[in-house]
């Protein structure tokens, strides 16, 4: 029985048994090619707020415009009038 990691190595065991490790490595690719994936559509995403900047609009308001239409509009109101009293409160409305 390996006493160490570099042991297991060494002694090419495999702790997981080849069904589990097929398994763990089909996973692994999998989540590795939707890496790729989501890392290829921010470069999109990147290219399109660069564009839109160079024809004059602001990337950080229309950040919080994508944000706002993710969000249920109940919630965004709710959220909204809750920000704006802390406004008011503070003195900044």
């Known amino acids: 029985m390996p006493k160490s990691r570099d ?3 060494e002694s090419g065991a495999n702790p997981l048994g080849n ?9 692994i ?6 890496q790729g994936e989501i890392d290829e ?5 990147k290219t399109i707020y660069d564009e839109a900047s160079g ?3 602001d990337k950080k308001a229309m950040r919080k415009i994508i944000a706002i239409r993710k969000k ?6 709710a959220e909204q009038d809750k920000v704006d009293a ?5 003195g900044l409305a």
């Open 72 to 77: 249920d509009r109940d919630e965004w109101k």
């Open 41 to 45: 559509f921010k470069a999109d995403q």
């Open 55 to 57: 024809a004059g609009f």
């Open 7 to 9: 042991d297991l190595f």
């Open 19 to 27: 069904k589990d490790a097929n398994a763990l490595r089909s996973f």
């Open 86 to 90: 802390y406004l008011l409160a503070l």
């Open 29 to 34: 690719d999998r989540i590795e090619s939707v």
